[in-house]
């Protein structure tokens, strides 16, 4: 765990808390914009990078989703914070022999591109006791071939309904909806409208998987416009992670 705070415990109380409320104040005018409601659209903190002190901070703000990408910071984080009454999101790509860990701590995970973490997700949320929100994350790469799987990840956009019965019919799991990261260098509120249409496709065969995973620090606005229910907020609220971090 690298990143985190050169403050003093509150000056990074206070930076965070200020940060988190300009977070909500793009969050409340972006939603008055699109005409909803600020409180359909869920701030995930993404912790990545900064230390378990920073999620015990943003928890006593009021913050009750976290996200985090990579299993091996995951799992030590998730237990140096399990008194908190957190929602554990996994956001990033993930490797099947991942499931068994992610599958102890996480509550929804949003990055289920192939049929094969699914079944090995299921397998484990049955051998865990728990159930596990999946989400079908989509590849909105207009430039990525069928069934290549891009640098950003996600199944192609014709694979997400067979991926969708497949987690919907794997005991343990939970079709919660979809995801996405809007492709670097495009229109994120044109790629966010294609993720509408799937997620609207989704829903109309599974009306419960009613989550849109969409939006970060840079384009949230954009993905609330598109009917995002799932935020996934980093940089504006810790900081920037500098480079080769995600
Ligand atoms: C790191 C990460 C985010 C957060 O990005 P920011 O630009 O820091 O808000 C969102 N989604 C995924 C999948 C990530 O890996």
Redesign the pocket.
């Known amino acids: 765990m690298s990143g985190g705070a050169p403050e003093g415990d509150r000056q990074r109380r206070e930076r965070i808390a200020e940060n988190l409320r300009a977070v909500r104040e793009r969050v409340a005018t972006a939603c008055e914009k699109a005409g909803r409601s600020a409180q359909d659209v869920t701030i995930?903190a993404?912790t990545?990078t900064y230390p378990a002190s920073d999620v015990r901070i943003l928890a006593g703000l009021g913050v009750t989703d976290v996200?985090e990408?990579r299993d091996q910071e995951a799992a030590p984080k998730a237990a140096a914070t399990a008194d908190l009454p957190l929602t554990r999101h996994f956001?990033?790509q993930l490797q099947t022999n991942k499931a068994k860990s992610v599958a102890r701590y996480a509550d929804m995970v949003?990055?289920v591109d192939r049929e094969r973490l699914a079944a090995a997700l299921g397998a484990r949320a049955r051998i865990e006791g728990r159930e596990l929100c999946c989400l079908v994350q989509v590849n909105l790469d207009p430039d990525s071939a069928a069934g290549v799987i891009g640098p950003?990840?996600g199944a192609d956009p014709r694979d997400v309904p067979g991926l969708a019965d497949r987690i919907a019919g794997e005991e343990g799991l939970v079709l919660g909806g979809v995801?996405a990261?809007a492709p670097l260098g495009g229109d994120p509120a044109e790629a966010f409208a294609r993720l509408r249409a799937v997620a609207e496709d989704i829903r109309a065969r599974y009306p419960q998987a009613r989550v849109v995973s969409a939006g970060?620090?840079?384009d949230m606005e954009a993905a609330i416009e598109n009917g995002a229910t799932h935020l996934?907020?980093?940089?504006?609220?810790?900081g920037d992670?500098g480079p080769n971090v995600?």
């Open positions: 995930i993404v990545k996200g990408n956001i990033g949003h990055s950003r990840g995801m990261v970060m620090s840079g996934r907020v980093g940089t504006a609220l810790l992670r995600g």
